[in-house]
């Protein structure tokens, strides 16, 4: 992307002088880099990096004034100290039960991703926003525009390093050198966030080298946890700014901007907001896909194997399904990504996709042995869990680890109080906790999940937690079906985000937090996808649609989940063979019942309940949609996207 080298870098040009910094030197006088005086680098050469690295981190010196700068080469040593400082800090705690592995607790104010302070910047609002019915609120991302960016960026930002160390993380999101890959540079004030990204992103000096000799061309991100107003933190241990907390981004120039919180996708910038919102916005220029996705790799008995792509919104179960342990016999799950995926078409027209990230960032609570044993074997080393409860013997303790208390064994809650098992009243574990665990830690982790070309995706399921009305799996009649079915999406909100109530909210594509351009235009992206393929012969991935949260009328769910989700799985593999194996309904393909394998289930399955497509139900989800759509999409929906919605309003009005 050549405009970003010679695109000026707006935000950083005002004549900010830093404290540190001799009063010549100026943002856009890079070749004075290497003479600014007092400019404390404490670990690594800037003299070797090229001049547009240099340039954006005297730019961030300029503006931030830290005491010192780290350059991040991802070594053991590197982490070693950090890992030092956060416990002489008391950011983190040791976890003697295991190996290698550190509690951190937050400020209970920083717990979340936090929707409401996350912007896109274009020019123009509807390059990054649907233009939504004239007083209703926007719900698809926030616009900011390029005046108001800076502002923000000057209320917070001049001076917001001092006393601190500023790293610079160089970072890759996917393989180091796969076609599919690109690389970043997060520029930050928080040792935790450093050791996260080294966790979740491939970080360090081979990145740095990368950049240096392919004249590699990176998204910058530039985040401090800041400094409240007052001067005067509320947790020494964990610095942020949670009342003016930003995430900004600006997709022309590739650029990210967060201040305030050190919160996962607030913070870790690699994941949220370059691999799906800048990510999205790269995607669509050179004509690929970023989405919010698992990647799973699934051999049959016979010997086959096929990769399966899932979209659910957060908190919904991806970690859970991309590391599934499936109950039917000889068949065989491994893992290669449990929240993004990249997805670019191969010469051939095959989808091939890649896990841009290199760490699991997984939701605590309700993981265990049960429910996930290869997630709880991931996060046995080398992991960074936050805000869960821990125990008097080293270890850590959540919702749904009950289980594995040892008697005498005394638990301690998120926020440091003692909590005990069966009286406390609060959780011992935020909802939103988080183990924050090396994807090569997982025991199925495909062998091809680090192949530099992708695994070829064969289908896609959309999903999300609807309690009623929709069955437990849907096959698309087509792709323009499948992307309806995907722009259609709802689910009951979760922790993983500021919302509160349990209400079910539209999720379109699980993406709605993480658009980084207008939906409308996603969309139209999506069904073009189509036609690339097309073009290059090859065959588009079937969609379906999952819903493993159905419940009865006792609020009792109608499918058990998890590994029996192997079932579903198995049903998929067979269409994608071209099996005959389905029945039509108003809302899409459905499975024959005797085409669903469902031999030695464990439960008691109502499988016409599991499977009930009520008129009633579908009329008011048909209506839901459209004034969603009416209210939140307007113009910018594309007419093929409403004709399918209409088609499935024709569909369900005619059937009896
Ligand atoms: C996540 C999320 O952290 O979706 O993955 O919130
Ligand atoms: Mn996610």
Known sequence: MPQ???????????????????????????????????????????????????????????LCQPDRVHICDGSEIENEILIKSLLEAKTIIPLPKYENCYLARTNPADVARVESKTFICTELREQAVCTPRAGVQGALGNWISPKDYDDAIMKRFPGCMKGRTMYVVPFSMGPIGSPLSKVGIEITDSQYVVCSMRIMTRMGALVMDEIINKSADFVRCLHSVGTPESGKLAMESWPCDPDRVII???????????????????????????????????????????????????TCPNGTKKYIAAAFPSAC?????????????????????????????????????????????????????????????????????????????????????????????????????????????????????RFCAPAGNCPIIDEKWEDPEGVPISAILFGGRRPQGVPLIYEALNWQHGVFIGSAMRSESTAAAEHKAKVIMHDPMAMRPFFGYNFGNYLKHWLEMEEQCDKLGGVM???????????????????????????????????????????????????????????NLKSQLNLKELFLIEREFWLKEADEIQTYFDNQVGADLPKKIQQQLNNLKDRVENMH
């Open 4 to 62: 970003l080298i010679e695109k000026a870098y707006t935000p950083f040009q005002k004549p900010v002088v830093g404290h540190y910094l001799s009063s010549t030197a100026t943002t856009t006088t890079p070749s004075k880099f290497n003479n600014i005086r007092g400019y404390n680098v404490v670990n690594g050469d800037i003299s070797k990096l090229p001049l547009k690295v240099k340039t954006f981190i005297e730019e961030s010196v300029v």
């Open 541 to 599: 991935p079937k969609i379906f649609h999952v819903n493993w949260f159905r419940k009865d009328k006792n609020g009792k769910f109608l499918w058990p989940g998890y590994g029996e989700n192997s079932r579903v799985i198995d049903w998929v593999l067979k269409r994608i063979d071209g099996y005959h194996c389905y029945q039509e309904t108003p809302i899409g393909l459905i499975p024959t019942p005797e085409s669903l394998k469902l031999d």
């Open 317 to 433: 179960g991806k970690t859970n399904l991309a590391m599934m342990t499936p109950t039917l016999p000889g068949y065989t799950l491994e893992c290669v990504g449990d929240d993004i995926a990249w997805m670019k078409f191969d010469a051939n027209g095959q989808l091939r996709a890649i896990n841009p990230e290199n760490g699991f960032f997984g939701v605590a609570p309700g993981t265990s042995a049960e429910t996930n044993p290869n997630a709880m074997a991931a996060c046995t080393k080398n992991t960074i869990f936050t805000n869960v409860a821990y125990t008097s013997d080293g270890g850590v303790f959540w919702e749904g680890l009950e289980d594995t208390i040892e008697p005498g064994v005394t638990i301690t809650d998120w926020l440091g109080n003692p909590w005990e098992l069966g009286v406390s009243k609060t959780p011992a574990a935020h909802p939103n906790s």
């Open 248 to 298: 900004l981004h600006k997709p022309d120039n590739n650029e990210i901007v967060s201040y305030g919180s050190a919160y996962g996708g607030n913070a870790i910038l690699g994941k949220k907001c370059f691999a799906l919102r800048i990510g999205s916005t790269i995607a669509q220029r050179e004509g690929w896909l970023a989405e919010h996705m698992l990647i799973l790799g699934v």
